[in-house]
T-cell receptor, first 109, second 114 residues
Framework: SQQGEEDPQALSIQEGENATMNCSYKTSINNLQWYRQNSGRGLVHLILIRSNEREKHSGRLRVTLDTSKKSSSLLITASRAADTASYFC?????????FGAGTTVTVRA | DAGVIQSPRHEVTEMGQEVTLRCKPI?????LFWYRQTMMRGLELLIY????????DSGMPEDRFSAKMPNASFSTLKIQPSEPRDSAVYFCASSRGQSNTEAFFGQGTRLTVV
């Protein structure tokens, strides 16, 4: 069963704009991870945030985690055409990594 | 490192045939996952191995599905007999450790059962 649910399902933005997507989950977790999937390819890990962390940055990515609300957000700043992809949040409890349905992001040139 | 390697990339087979998907995890990784991705159900965890031992196979849909990991560098997922509803993209992923580590995914095997 899917633990995380992303919102929105789809997002279309202009190059240079910021993209924000959210993830909500149901149970306590060890960590939350974000992955990117380009069409027809495997998933690529972007960032991992542990349950005792509130915010993490990696390049143009910013992730927040609010364990009291059981939610996370991924912000991509200054988007590029190459950021066009599906983005998935994944919650980890022990070894089990459970994925949401994903947000499809289209960056228009 | 070449990453997680899956073969074949594409497989088209007739209903009732046996299908074997293969995975070579990243060297040094001791956790291996098999996932199935469909439009309807998203990414589903089928089975998890740690140190070559199946730990959780609760996601394996039916007895028609079986998975093995004979050594640290090879795993197979077998479907026998295959059915059209098994059509999906199957991913193998590996990670170092059991928790709080990132998973590295292969490119997937797109299976079509006609």
């Amino acid at each position: 069963s899917q633990q995380g649910e992303e919102d929105p399902q789809a997002l279309s933005i202009q190059e240079g704009e910021n993209a924000t997507m959210n993830c909500s989950y149901k149970t306590s977790i060890n960590n939350l991870q974000w992955y990117r999937q380009n069409s027809g390819r495997g998933l690529v890990h972007l960032i991992l945030i542990r349950s005792n962390e509130r915010e993490k940055h990696s390049g143009r990515l910013r992730v927040t985690l609010d364990t009291s609300k059981k939610s996370s957000s991924l912000l991509i700043t200054a988007s590029r055409a190459a950021d066009t992809a599906s983005y998935f949040c994944a919650t980890q409890v022990d070894y089990k990594l459970s994925f949401g349905a994903g947000t499809t992001v289209t960056v228009r040139a | 490192d070449a990453g997680v390697i899956q073969s074949p990339r594409h497989e088209v087979t007739e209903m009732g045939q046996e299908v074997t998907l293969r995975c070579k995890p990243i060297s040094g990784h001791n956790s291996l996952f098999w996932y199935r991705q469909t439009m309807m159900r998203g990414l589903e965890l089928l089975i998890y191995f740690n140190n070559n031992v199946p730990i959780d196979d609760s996601g394996m849909p039916e007895d028609r599905f079986s998975a093995k990991m004979p050594n640290a560098s090879f795993s197979t997922l077998k479907i026998q007999p295959s059915e059209p509803r098994d059509s999906a993209v199957y991913f193998c992923a590996s990670s170092r450790g059991q928790s709080n580590t990132e998973a590295f995914f292969g490119q997937g095997t797109r299976l079509t059962v006609v």
